[in-house]
């Protein structure tokens, strides 16, 4: 699979959250990788400050990843969701880089 896009998104969680997020993005991590071919996704905490957390999804294209939502299963999507709403102590940010060479 060329990945031709990448989408990170980016956020901050307590530390007393910290253990359990990353619990959380393993069971993510390895239902996405098991069940899809199209977007492979992995998860990285920053090496100065471990609440910081980055996932990153590579994808062949913009629609791969915008159909990843379409096919996940429930406990996958409420997990994401519980992120946002039960982790993440600010916004998440989102980004998405298309390769260019």
């Given at each position: 699979m060329a990945?031709?896009?990448?989408v990170t998104i980016?956020?901050?969680v307590k530390e007393s959250k910290r253990l359990e997020l990353e619990g959380i993005l393993r069971d993510?991590?390895?239902r996405i990788n098991a069940a899809q071919q199209s977007v492979r996704c992995s998860a990285y905490c920053e090496?100065?400050?471990?609440?910081?957390f980055v996932e990153v999804y590579e994808c062949e294209s913009n629609d791969a990843y915008d159909a990843?939502?379409?096919?996940?299963?429930e406990e996958t999507s409420?997990?994401?969701?519980?992120?946002?709403?039960?982790?993440a102590t600010a916004r998440?940010?989102?980004v998405t880089l298309r390769r260019v060479a």
């Open positions: 990945q031709n896009t990448l980016t956020y901050s993510i991590v390895g090496e100065d400050d471990p609440t910081t990843l939502e379409d096919t996940l299963d409420q997990n994401i969701r519980r992120i946002a709403t039960d982790f998440q940010a989102v």
